[in-house]
């Protein structure tokens, strides 16, 4: 309540936002900076707590968060870091590449131009690598088809070229192998027909020609002597 107040008091008077941006208190400086002057904000950039230093980045134009970048890029907080990585030209997140915070780098692999993304192929969070799969091209990809997570593996056989599929045939995850038996060349799958997974078994003979599935040997019945 005590902050809906000071928001609803700065919203009607805006020109006394400049005046509160030394407030001892930070929920008042934090709301302040969302009146403030913008020729008054770069000099929060450095307020000690994070949650000013966020409403500023959310306010600065992308011109001055560009010029700032070097220095909020190593902000020691990350949801700071996450705004900057949620504004900033796609072209200038190098500097947000190698951030501590997986969830920094995943927000970077969402927005970063594709021919700078392999860069974070063999990112060591599997989420950030699956991002990176969602998105990378032809020949790229193929970075990711011996990743270790079978998560992203899966995503690179859904998105790789059917030609390419039968080098997964033989992949430690079942559901890699089932992606490669509903899409690759019929005659590919033989493999798969003899698969530990019955799911894959069945995926891989509703993908063949009737004629080309081995059938079962038929069952020999004994008639009754006594007829």
């Not at 000099?43 to 306010?59: G, I, K, W, Y």
């Not at 021919?115 to 790229?140: F, G, I, K, N, T």
């Not at 003899?194 to 079962?216: G, I, K």
Request: hydrophobic share 40%; glycine share 4%.
């Amino acid at each position: 309540a005590y902050a809906r107040r000071i928001s609803r008091f700065l919203s009607w008077h805006p020109g006394l936002a400049d005046g509160q941006l030394q407030h001892p208190y930070f929920e008042v400086r934090a709301i302040a900076v969302r009146h403030a002057s913008l020729f008054r904000l770069p000099a929060l950039l450095r307020d000690p707590d994070e949650t000013v230093r966020m409403q500023v980045v959310q306010r600065l134009p992308i011109a001055q968060l560009h010029t700032h970048l070097p220095m909020l890029a190593q902000d020691p907080h990350r949801e700071v870091r996450l705004r900057v990585a949620q504004r900033v030209d796609p072209a200038r997140l190098g500097p947000l590449m190698r951030d501590p915070d997986y969830g920094v780098r995943e927000c970077v692999a969402d927005r970063l131009p594709l021919p700078l993304l392999s860069a974070l192929a063999h990112d060591p969070d599997r989420a950030v690598r699956q991002r990176v799969a969602q998105r990378l091209e032809m020949p790229a990809l193929l970075a990711l088809a011996d990743d270790p997570d079978g998560d992203v593996r899966r995503t690179v056989a859904q998105r790789m070229p059917d030609a390419l599929l039968p080098r997964l045939l033989g992949d430690a995850d079942w559901r890699v192998r089932w992606e490669v038996a509903q899409r690759a060349a019929p005659s590919a799958l033989g493999p798969l027909l003899s698969d530990e997974d019955p799911e894959v078994r069945a995926a891989a003979r509703q993908r063949l020609p009737l004629a080309s599935v081995p059938q079962p040997a038929p069952t020999t019945h004994r008639t009754n002597a006594h007829g």
